[in-house]
């Protein structure tokens, strides 16, 4: 009786858990950088990553670690360097990458691109001190997606905000 009573709970807590993720709950931290998310990624971003990106469920997990958009200057955050992470043995998985840093890197000055062993394509966004602010994970952008944040988010020159 008591291992039936217990099973029952457990299934009903792992129902009421599905149930609440799929409603739009959000999720932690470390849940959220593992899919590549950071709590600085404001909500409005994720709509704009529906525009480019057709995968509801890259999208659904964007808006469970989003942060709510205001009209103070955390919605306007900027950076002022990026590092550019990826495994150079991993690169040949990711053609778009290959192509931003061949082709278009130069464009952007303030990239660095950095090869770290089984790391995959990532943003490392900078203040104006050099000091790491956010991690974004880039395994499924396109070139033009890259330029298209690094023309929005990064300001070479000017203080993070």
């Known amino acids: 009786m008591i291992r039936s009573t217990l099973a029952l709970c457990f299934l009903l807590a792992t129902w009421l858990a599905a149930a609440a993720l ?6 932690g931290a470390k849940e959220c950088e593992d899919l590549g998310f950071t709590g600085l990624a404001l909500c409005s971003d994720c709509n704009t990553l529906a525009e480019y990106v057709k995968d509801e469920e890259l999208v659904s997990d964007c808006r469970k670690c989003c942060s709510e958009d205001s009209n103070d200057s955390i919605s306007k955050v900027t950076f ?31 990239v660095k691109v950095q090869y770290a062993y089984a790391s995959p394509p990532k943003l490392i966004m900078l203040d104006g001190e050099g000091n790491q602010k956010e991690i974004i994970r880039i395994d499924n952008w396109k070139r033009e997606h890259i330029r298209q944040f690094l023309t929005e988010k990064v300001k070479h020159g000017v203080a993070a905000s």
Do not use: N, T
């Not at 360097?81 to 000055?109: H, N, Q, S, T, W």
């Open 22 to 27: 799929s409603l739009g709950e959000r999720l």
């Open 80 to 110: 002022s360097g990026v590092i550019l992470e990826v495994c150079m043995r991993k690169l040949v998985f990711y053609p778009e990458v290959v192509a931003f840093i061949e082709e278009e890197k130069d464009e952007f000055p303030y």
